[in-house]
């Protein structure tokens, strides 16, 4: 029967650990490491989170009118032909939550009002409309001639070079 000789450490030396608890501590080190990289992850998706724009607030003012607003939906119709007058409209749009509450957006958000879309292209508006930008979520929508026309509502976010919403609805130019 052969026997081991138990070796230990000199005086202020320290003893070397074994394959398996080195092993282990490796594991257990791993699996702290991952737990923490998934908690941060989880942190960092939670404040990157963008608001859900279920529908838009639409707000024209036609030239020398009364302002009228609108929601716009993705999902359903439009609630009614939204009117323009002949000259330059001021438009102003507000994103709103499920429960049409305004969300705040982030100031690199911008209206967009085009003709529609071909993929993720912007068609131009039809003839005798044209937008023109004021501002993140405000612009002058000039229509010159009478008419009904479609129009796609965009709510792009610059910063991240997408839209948010897309929406068509009908107008009718008086």
Same mark, same amino acid.
């Given at each position: ?25 490796? +594991? ?49 119709a439009t609630p009614a032909v939204?009117?323009? +007058? ?36 912007e068609v131009p508006l039809p ?21 009904? +026309? ?25």
């Amino acid at each position: 029967m052969s026997h081991r000789p138990t070796v230990r450490p000199t005086p202020g030396t320290l003893a070397r650990p074994s394959w398996a608890a080195r092993r282990r501590a490796v +594991r257990a080190g791993l699996v702290l490491a991952t737990l923490a990289l998934g908690v941060a992850a989880c942190n960092d998706e939670d404040e990157d989170e963008e608001p859900e724009i279920e529908s838009v607030r639409l707000t024209v003012t036609p030239p020398g009118g009364t302002a009228t607003s609108y929601i716009v939906r993705t999902s359903g119709a439009t609630p009614a032909v939204v009117v323009l +007058r002949s000259g330059a409209n001021t438009v102003s749009a507000a994103a709103l939550d499920e429960n049409n509450q305004t969300l705040a957006l982030e100031s690199d958000f911008e209206l967009r009002l085009v003709g529609g879309l071909q993929g993720e292209t912007e068609v131009p508006l039809p003839s005798g409309l044209a937008f023109t930008s004021n501002g993140t979520l405000t612009g002058t929508l000039t229509a010159t001639a009478p008419g009904q +026309r479609t129009i796609t509502l965009r709510m792009y976010h610059r910063g991240e070079r997408h839209s948010d919403f897309d929406a068509s609805f009908a107008t009718t130019v008086q």
